[in-house]
């Protein structure tokens, strides 16, 4: 089965600063892939997604993800982050052909002023 | 576009009495709907995924039972938590995809049940 693997449970960074949240899957064909990010009591917001083509995938908000199979992973990137960008970001995985998402641990975002 | 609309935001409810939360997609119909449930600070986890006229499929250690899923037209899915304790209080988030061969959820707000 699948699983998706957030190693950072929550990252402060300063704001201005670039961000990286770490994320790694285990699926043994080519995964569908998404990072979506939540704000407190809100649902989730899709911020990107890859699924096949250019392993570097560009989003909103400015944020961008690179896959790369040799590492089975798929990091998100931000080169300048906001106060706004402070959420909880979650990194899924879809079964190729299904529609259903395993997510992460989810990653704890806090931008110091 | 493709948005999906989870009422109520939030409810409070005595133990033992049942609840009732809706999913609607506006403006796209969605043959396949799906309910997550989150606990505080941890990851979403699926408990169900609702089809259009058909039964709902439950994964594995979710109370079918205990966790009605009807979803009755193309725009709308409901997931009733029957008979709730105190240990279903949780935030519920639905999501839907807008076509059969979409690979893209969009969710809900979710609702925050409190179950007292």
């Known amino acids: 089965a699948q699983s998706v693997t957030q190693p950072d449970i929550h990252i402060t960074v300063s704001e201005g600063a670039s961000l990286e949240l770490r994320c790694n899957y285990s699926y043994g064909a080519t995964p569908y892939l998404f990072w979506y990010v939540q704000s407190p009591g809100q649902g989730l917001q899709l911020l990107l997604k890859y699924f096949s083509g250019d392993t570097l995938v560009q989003g909103i908000k400015g944020f961008e993800a690179e896959f790369k199979r040799s590492q089975s992973s798929f990091n998100l990137r931000k080169p300048s982050v906001h106060w706004s960008d402070a959420a909880e970001y979650f990194c899924?995985?879809?079964?190729?052909?299904?529609?259903?998402?395993?997510f992460g641990q989810g990653t704890r975002l806090t931008i110091n002023p | 576009g493709a948005v999906v609309s989870q009422h109520p935001s939030w409810v409070i409810c005595k133990s033992g009495t049942s609840v009732k939360i809706e999913c609607r997609s506006l403006?796209?119909?969605?043959?396949?709907m799906f309910w997550y449930r989150q606990f505080p600070k941890q990851s979403l986890m699926l408990m169900a995924t609702s089809n259009e006229g058909s039964k709902a499929t439950y994964e594995q250690g979710v109370e079918k039972d205990k966790f009605l899923i009807n979803h009755a037209s193309l725009t709308l899915s409901t997931l009733t938590v029957t008979s709730a304790h105190p240990e279903d209080s949780s935030f519920y988030i639905c999501?839907?995809?807008?076509?059969?061969?979409?690979?893209?959820?969009?969710f809900g707000n979710g609702t925050r049940l409190t179950v007292t």
């Open positions: 899924a995985v879809g079964e190729q052909g299904a529609q259903k998402l395993v």
């Open positions: 999501s839907a995809i807008p076509g059969q061969r979409s690979r893209t959820l969009h």
């Open positions: 403006d796209f119909q969605a043959t396949t």
